[in-house]
C-alpha cells in the first residue's frame, strides 16, 4: 500500500467517507494505509452510515501536507460531503461493488478505469445550448448549396468553423465524450480531414477527464509510401471503435470510413455525429447494424428535415 497521494486520491477519500464508508473500507478500496486515511478524515462529519465497520477515523490527525485543499485547516471551513467538489457530492460512492463508484479523475480506484468520473465530468464541461449559438453565430449559412452527397441545398452546416473554433471543438469534444458515456469503445476516429480536429479534441478532452482513448484517421487513398496504409494511429486490430462525423447528410463519409477500418480488422460499435441533418443518415447506418447518435439535429436549429409535415 502507498502512502503518497494526488489531490485525486484526497477528494476520493473525502468522497467516500461523507458516504458512509469506513477507514477500513477506504484503505482497502483505494489501496492506502489506514493511518492515511484516518489523517484525511479526521475532523470531517461523522459519515451517517459506514458499510464495513463504523468510522475508524481518529479523532485529530497530522497537518495537511503541502498542496492540500484551500479549505483544509481553515477555520470554519466546510467539512464532510460540503467539502467536496461538486462532481462528488452525490452520495454515490457507498455501495458494495467498487466497479460501480465514480471517483475523482485520477484517484487510485480509477486510473486506467475506462468510465473515469466520466458522467459528472461531462456534465460540466458541455453546454449544448452553447454549442447550438455557437452553430447559429459561426456556422449555419442560407443560400443555394451542393452538398458532398450531391444534393441540393437551401442551407449549409459548415462543421469545421466549430471544429476548428477553441470553443466549438471544447464543447464538441466534452459533448461527445458525454454522448458515449455508456458505449464500450478504445479508440474513436473517422475520415479525414473532417474528423481530424474532432479526433484531437475528444483524445484531449479525455486525457483530462482521466480516460485513455487512442484516435485514429482514415485516408481517402492509401499512403503512396512507408506503411501504404488507409488508416493512421495508434488503433490496432480488433479494437473497438467509434467513427465519427461533423455533419452528417447520408452518411456516405462515415460509412467509407467504417469499411475501412472493418477491412483493417476493428470492430465499429457507434457512429457519431455533431449535427444529423436527417436525410437518411441514420437510415442507412441502421441498414449495416450500425448504431447511431448525434449531439444535434437540423431540427434544433429550427429547420424542419425534407419530408417533415
Not at 475528444?202 to 482521466?210: E, H, K, N, P, R
Request: net charge positive; with cysteine; glycine share 14%.
Amino acid at each position: 500500500m502507498a502512502n503518497q497521494l494526488s489531490m485525486a486520491d484526497i477528494q476520493a477519500i473525502r468522497a467516500l467517507h461523507a458516504s458512509g464508508n469506513s477507514d477500513r473500507r477506504i484503505s482497502a478500496l483505494l489501496g492506502v494505509h489506514r493511518e492515511t486515511v484516518a489523517k484525511h478524515t479526521a475532523g470531517l462529519s461523522a459519515p451517517p452510515h459506514a458499510p464495513g465497520g463504523g468510522s475508524d477515523a481518529a479523532a485529530s490527525g497530522p497537518p495537511e501536507p503541502e498542496g492540500a485543499p484551500p479549505n483544509q485547516n481553515r477555520p470554519n471551513a466546510p467539512t464532510g460531503s460540503d467539502a467536496l467538489p461538486n462532481a462528488t457530492r452525490r452520495g454515490a460512492f457507498g455501495t458494495s461493488d467498487a466497479s460501480t463508484q465514480t471517483l475523482p479523475c485520477g484517484s487510485r480506484l480509477n486510473r486506467g478505469y475506462h468510465r473515469c468520473g466520466s458522467a459528472s465530468t461531462m456534465r460540466g464541461m458541455y453546454d449544448r445550448g452553447q454549442l447550438i449559438r455557437l452553430f447559429h453565430e459561426r456556422a449555419l449559412k442560407f443560400g443555394d448549396f451542393t452538398l458532398a452527397s450531391g444534393k441540393k441545398s437551401s442551407y449549409y452546416l459548415d462543421g469545421k468553423q466549430i471544429t476548428l473554433h477553441s470553443s466549438g471543438l471544447w464543447l464538441v469534444s466534452f459533448g461527445l465524450l458525454k454522448l458515449l458515456d455508456d458505449v464500450d469503445f478504445t479508440a474513436i476516429g473517422g475520415m479525414s480531414i473532417g474528423a481530424d480536429p474532432i479526433v484531437g479534441g475528444v483524445l484531449t478532452a479525455a486525457a483530462q477527464s482521466g480516460r485513455s482513448i487512442d484516435g485514429f484517421l482514415v485516408r481517402k487513398e492509401a499512403k503512396g509510401h512507408g506503411t501504404n496504409r488507409f488508416i493512421e494511429g495508434p488503433v490496432q486490430p480488433g479494437a473497438k471503435v467509434v467513427v465519427i462525423d461533423d455533419v452528417v447528410t447520408t452518411g456516405g463519409s462515415a460509412l467509407q470510413a467504417v469499411d475501412r477500418i472493418v477491412e483493417f480488422g476493428c470492430q465499429v460499435v457507434c457512429v457519431v455525429g455533431i449535427v444529423d441533418r436527417k436525410e437518411g443518415g441514420a437510415a442507412n447506418f441502421a441498414a449495416r447494424g450500425l448504431p447511431f447518435r448525434s449531439l444535434l439535429t437540423i431540427e434544433d436549429f429550427g429547420i424542419a428535415p425534407p419530408g417533415a409535415h
